[in-house]
């Protein structure tokens, strides 16, 4: 019975010990635990394309007038990394949205609303005058695309990572690209002899 209960402190003890603390941080302070593509990395990317893309002279001359409707395709991930390119689609997104230069179409939901107006207009469940009648959406004008790549080295201890983001803003009718940048991000890592 003694041992039993000693035992049971014991692994209490040790249990105790093994807890983790959780604390909120800054989203928007820099990340520096990995050389990998981090939070700090897609904030970076998004604020210098999109800040990019609103102030070239091709792009004041298309939203002068007018509020163009754009297609995001997803960004193509050509690192060697699995890294959220969605995330940072949506991101570089949402900021061209509230710049208030640009709409958008959303290709990634069509199927979800052709459902919704098949439901609508066939269903006798509902109201048929407050029903969205088919064929009433609106085309883009305009395609926003991009790739992530990247290029790693290692020597010995020493790590390096190049992070190139490329973007480019084609008109539909056309084909003509209205804008294109790139922005690039080097991180360095070096451990020491004993790994601290």
């Known amino acids: 019975m003694k041992k039993s209960a000693i035992a049971l402190i014991g692994l209490a003890v040790v249990l105790g010990?093994?807890?983790?603390?959780?604390?909120?941080?800054?989203?928007?302070?820099?990340?520096?635990?990995?050389?990998?593509?981090?939070?700090t990395d897609l904030q970076k990317i998004a604020h210098e394309m999109v800040d990019s893309m609103l102030v070239s002279g091709s792009v004041?001359?298309?939203?002068?007038?007018?509020?163009?409707?754009?297609?995001?395709?997803?960004?193509?991930?050509?690192?060697?990394?699995?890294?959220?390119?969605?995330?940072?689609?949506?991101?570089i997104s949402t900021k061209m949205l509230n710049s208030g230069k640009f709409r958008f179409v959303d290709m990634s939901k069509v199927e979800s609303v052709r459902d919704q107006l098949k439901f609508q207009n066939n269903d006798e469940l509902v109201d048929q005058s407050t029903a969205i009648q088919f064929g009433k959406m609106v085309g883009a004008q305009y395609m926003l695309y991009g790739n992530l790549a990247s290029i790693a080295k290692n020597a010995g201890s020493d790590k390096d990572v190049y992070y190139k983001m490329t973007m480019r803003l084609m008109d539909l009718e056309t084909g003509l690209i209205e804008w294109a940048d790139e922005t690039e991000i080097r991180k360095q890592e070096s451990k020491s002899l004993l790994g601290f």
């Open 17 to 39: 010990g093994c807890s983790n603390k959780v604390s909120y941080g800054d989203a928007q302070a820099v990340e520096t635990t990995t050389i990998d593509f981090g939070s």
């Open 60 to 91: 004041a001359a298309i939203t002068r007038d007018s509020r163009p409707i754009v297609f995001v395709d997803r960004i193509k991930n050509k690192t060697s990394e699995h890294i959220d390119t969605e995330s940072v689609t949506d991101s």
